[in-house]
Structures are given as structure tokens and as C-alpha cells.
């Protein structure tokens, strides 16, 4: 009896194992599948945001120099324009290292922005807020690295954080500059600077 129930136990593994291989092959095929989908999917989203942000700001970016080896080579722009930021960011890295490297993105598109929003036609430009706090933002982070340069070494990454606390700060999605106005600036400092002033202004008329 025991000798039959092994012959049927093995007798029936070897007829379900055959039939279950295929159906494994195509559920891991059908993953697989999905799976590049998903990425080609994300990285087409990418291409079209860096895209987007060539033809926002042509003059940074040298769109019309970029357009025209797009159609010299028959590639997008956006590969020229990712290959030209990581030749770049390898230079100023090797040149400077990440310290000069995060300053130079903390400084150059908040500059522009910054000149750009000074040019407006109107009295206040509506940004004002949000560049204000920003460069107060990034001068106090620079003061704080040169006078406590020691606190540097005890956290680790810390100027990738710093990248992206500044990326943080002025991008237009999050806009943590004005968060910080909102949140920090205009509820805990704010009211004590008016109180400065008043007492300053005060003292000022008692002595006229």
C-alpha cells in the first residue's frame, strides 16, 4: 500500500508540474512587462518635464543652440541638454567639490529668478516673498557653515541634504521659502520685530 501511494503521489506531481511551469513563465513575463512599462513611463514623464523647463527659460537653457543640433543629430534636445548638466556638475565637482557644487545651484537659477522678478512692470512683484525669504535662507546657511565648518563633518551626506533643502526652497511645486515665511517668519519673528520697532520708535520721540 505504501509502495502505491508514493507511485500515485509521484505520478500525479508529474502531470501538475508541467502544466504549472507555463503559467509561472507567463505570469513572470507579464510582471516583467509591467515593469518596463512602468519605468519607460516615468522616464518619458521626465523627459517631458525637462522638456518643459527648456522651453520656459530659453536663455539659461540655450534652447535655440539646443533645437539646432536636434535637428542636425535627429535626438531629442533633452538628451544634449542632461548630458551637457552632468558634464558640468562632474567639473564643478572635481574643481570644487560638492561645496561649490551646491552653490552653484543654491545661486544661479534664484539669481535669475530673482533679477527676473525685479524687471517686473509691476510696483511688488507677487514672487517678492518667496525670493526675499529665500536669500535670507541660503546667506544663513552659508554663515553657519563658515563659522561652525565643524558640524559639517559630524553630519553624513550633508551637502546632498543641503541640495535638496535648496532645491526645496525654490522650486516652484514646493516653494519652501515661502513655507518657511508662512509658517516660521511671519508667526515667531515677525511680532517681535514689530515690537523692536515700536519700542525703537518710541524711544526715538522721547528724545525729540
Not at 523627459?47 to 536663455?59: C, G, K, M
Not at 533633452?78 to 561649490?100: D, E, N
Not at 561652525?148 to 526645496?168: C, D, E, N, S, T
Request: net charge positive; aromatic share 12%.
Amino acid at each position: 500500500k505504501k509502495r502505491r501511494r508514493q507511485q500515485q503521489f509521484t505520478h500525479t506531481h508529474t502531470q501538475t508540474t508541467p502544466t504549472t511551469r507555463p503559467l509561472q513563465t507567463l505570469i513572470s513575463s507579464s510582471s516583467n512587462k509591467s515593469i518596463k512599462q512602468a519605468t519607460m513611463e516615468k522616464v518619458e514623464e521626465y523627459l517631458a518635464t525637462v522638456n518643459a523647463f527648456i522651453e520656459r527659460y530659453p536663455t539659461i537653457t540655450f534652447c535655440e543652440q539646443l533645437k539646432d543640433v536636434e535637428k542636425k543629430t535627429g535626438y531629442p534636445k533633452t538628451y544634449f541638454f542632461l548630458a551637457a548638466v552632468v558634464l558640468l556638475g562632474t567639473i564643478v565637482t572635481l574643481v570644487g567639490g560638492f561645496k561649490l557644487l551646491t552653490d552653484l545651484v543654491g545661486f544661479l537659477y534664484p539669481a535669475y529668478m530673482s533679477f527676473k522678478s525685479m524687471e517686473s512692470a509691476k510696483g511688488v512683484p507677487e514672487d517678492a516673498t518667496q525670493w526675499l525669504t529665500y536669500w535670507v535662507v541660503f546667506s544663513s546657511l552659508s554663515v553657519i557653515e563658515s563659522v561652525a565648518g565643524f558640524i559639517i563633518g559630524w553630519i553624513p551626506m550633508y551637502y546632498f541634504i543641503k541640495l535638496g533643502v535648496i532645491i526645496w526652497l525654490y522650486h516652484p511645486k514646493t516653494k519652501g521659502a515661502e513655507v518657511i515665511y508662512t509658517q516660521v517668519v511671519k508667526t515667531h519673528i515677525a511680532p517681535h520685530i514689530e515690537k523692536l520697532q515700536g519700542s525703537a520708535a518710541a524711544a526715538s520721540k522721547k528724545k525729540e
